[in-house]
C-alpha cells in the first residue's frame, strides 16, 4: 500500500491549524482572568500539550518539504 505524501502533509497540515487556533482560543481564556484558579491551571496544562503538538507538526511537516522523508 502507497501514502499519498500529498494527503498527509494536508493532513498535518490541517491539524497544526487546528491547534494553532486551539491554542489562541485557550491564550485568550486563561489571559481573560475570569475563570478560576484551579479551571485556569488546568488549561495551562493543555495549552503545554497544544505547544507540544504544534512543534512536533512543524518539525515533521519541515522535514518532508526539506527532505521528503
Do not use: P
Request: proline letters at 0%; one cysteine or more; hydrophobic letters at 35%.
Amino acid at each position: 500500500m502507497k501514502i499519498d505524501v500529498t494527503k498527509e502533509i494536508e493532513k498535518a497540515q490541517n491539524e497544526l491549524d487546528d491547534c494553532i487556533e486551539s491554542l489562541s482560543v485557550l491564550d485568550n481564556a486563561v489571559s481573560c482572568g475570569f475563570l478560576f484558579d484551579k479551571h485556569s491551571l488546568e488549561i495551562q496544562k493543555w495549552i503545554k500539550e497544544y505547544k507540544q503538538r504544534i512543534e512536533y507538526l512543524r518539525e515533521q511537516l519541515e522535514n518532508v518539504r526539506t527532505n521528503g522523508k
